[in-house]
């Protein structure tokens, strides 16, 4: 058992914590959508006009607050009409980003945007500026957000939706340095600058429009589109993206379940690069704009494995151990501590790709490790971020892997402290004094598994939430972690 000092001060607030930085992702890739999302009206999964019932709950569940669609690179290939209307009558469409696979436009824009109505969540578009028109996008938006008597309002009318749906977040562009075009920073500054200039609001409805930042470490990206669009004008760009997966190597990526221990190490020093990361690219935003008027959007992020076997390789199909969860709450912790600058996170993808919240077969839906850390995360949404510091230690010999992870937030005079206890050897006792905040009440949540441990679909609670034991003496707050934990402590 190891023994840790900390230190919450309630009086040090660091930022605001958006409810998107609890963000979702969702692509027309592999089995995200079509079944893990969407089944069509005439199945026997129950669902709500074709969307699945279980996967509703379980994304209100965990307050999801914002969701990204339709891409992704799959995003710069999509026409928003050919998904309107009568079903029996949309274009079917080859998915040429991911696999292939004819899909039949049944879930476009009327759909996910009742996804959003019934999770209560926020809808993100990503505009196709790839191989799309400025015409294009600008009619998508007055067909989603006018209310006025026009010729696209007008085709939503007679599509069946009268008024006009709420629409925040627009992102212009995914990936535009890769799949999104190839672009250079230079020119896709300059396109940006044209499509968003007739990006424009409908009645009273505003956007928040996100230009496509840098891929990882690509610092350059982020200077230059600072630098062509900070003093362009007011509502140019409300964000910009980052985009950065947990992928130690790009050529041996290695599977979900089987790892050795020093697999584990290399994909926590990468995710705790993170914090390096957004810190370097939050520096270059602040020598262009000091008051954090633009928000970096890290919309995607997550780990990345081979597919599991047997299953279709541009699927990106992978199971999630606690080794995912340790990853999301590392992740989920940075992204608080940088939540001056960072406005909103969208974890890759919600269902069925990547680090996904939830896994479907057939009819069949369980939560992954990673799910239950959102669901134990999720009080810090709109809370203020406080300073939060602790001891650490190395958790293996040589390696620059810290143990414990954590940060803590304020709201309605509730103090929720998140920590993970990262290493696979220590216990961790944490002594943790309280500044600034007096509570008399504490309860505590825990996911403590085995490394390796997952749910599936015969053992689907091998991995959840226990309730956890935690003091609280005057000023001083006590609790354990055990080796290979998350959990989230509440004062009040
Ligand atoms: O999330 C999978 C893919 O990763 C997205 O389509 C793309 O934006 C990124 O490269």
């Not at 919450?8 to 692509?27: R, T, V």
């Not at 790009?250 to 926590?268: I, P, R």
């Not at 403590?448 to 001083?476: S, W």
């Amino acid at each position: 058992m190891k023994n840790i000092s900390m230190l919450i001060n309630a009086n040090d607030k660091l930022g605001h914590i958006n409810k998107e930085i609890y963000g979702h992702f969702s692509e027309h890739l592999g089995r995200c959508i079509y079944g893990g999302i969407f089944v069509g009206e005439d199945s026997d999964i129950e669902n709500v006009h074709g969307i699945r019932k279980d996967v509703i709950d379980a994304f209100k569940n965990i307050r999801m607050p914002v969701l990204r669609w339709p891409g992704g690179c799959f995003a710069d290939e999509y026409h928003w009409k050919d998904a309107i209307g009568k079903k029996e009558e949309r274009k079917k469409l080859v998915n040429l980003s991911w696999g292939g696979v004819t899909e039949d436009n049944s879930f476009g824009t009327h759909e996910f945007f009742e996804l959003c109505e019934l999770v209560g969540c926020e809808p993100y578009l990503a505009a196709n500026v790839g191989s799309g028109t400025v015409r294009e996008l600008v009619e998508w938006i007055e067909y989603v957000t006018s209310p006025a008597v026009s010729p696209m309002a007008d085709e939503r009318r007679r599509n069946g939706r009268e008024e006009p749906w709420h629409l925040k977040y627009l992102g212009i562009g995914n990936e535009n340095w890769g799949c999104g075009g190839n672009m250079t920073p230079e020119y896709y500054a300059d396109l940006y600058k044209q499509y968003s200039t007739f990006c424009r609001d409908h009645g009273d409805n505003h956007l928040y429009k996100i230009a496509c930042g840098p891929s990882g470490n690509d610092f350059n990206w982020t200077d230059v589109m600072m630098r062509k669009l900070v003093n362009y004008g007011t509502g140019c760009a409300s964000g910009l993206s980052l985009h950065f997966y947990s992928i130690p190597d790009w050529n041996n990526k290695g599977t979900a379940c089987e790892f050795s221990d020093e697999d584990y190490y290399e994909l926590l020093n990468i995710t705790n690069y993170t914090d390096k990361l957004i810190s370097t690219h939050s520096g270059i935003m602040d020598r262009y704009d000091p008051e954090c008027k633009i928000g970096l959007i890290v919309d995607e992020w997550g780990t990345w494995y081979d597919v599991e076997e047997g299953t279709n390789p541009a699927f990106l199909y992978q199971q999630n151990t606690m080794r995912d969860a340790i990853v999301a709450a590392i992740s989920l912790n940075t992204f608080n501590r940088h939540s001056k600058r960072v406005k909103m996170a969208n974890l890759a993808q919600a269902v069925n790709v990547l680090q996904a919240l939830i896994l479907t077969e057939g009819r069949r839906m369980i939560k992954t490790p990673t799910y239950h850390v959102f669901d134990l995360f999720k009080n810090h949404q709109e809370g203020d971020c406080v300073y939060c510091h602790s001891e650490n230690f190395n958790m293996a010999e040589g390696k620059n892997t810290p143990a414990l992870t954590s940060s803590a937030s304020v709201k309605d005079g509730v103090l929720t402290l998140t920590a993970a206890n990262c290493s696979i050897e220590d216990d961790i006792e944490i002594s943790c004094k309280l500044a600034g905040f007096e509570g008399r009440e504490v309860s505590a949540r825990i996911l403590n598994e085995d490394l390796r441990a997952f749910n599936d679909f015969d053992t689907p609670d091998t991995v959840k939430i226990a309730e956890h034991f935690a003091k609280l003496d005057g000023d001083t707050l006590t609790f354990t972690l055990p080796k290979c934990s998350v959990a989230e402590i509440t004062v009040k």
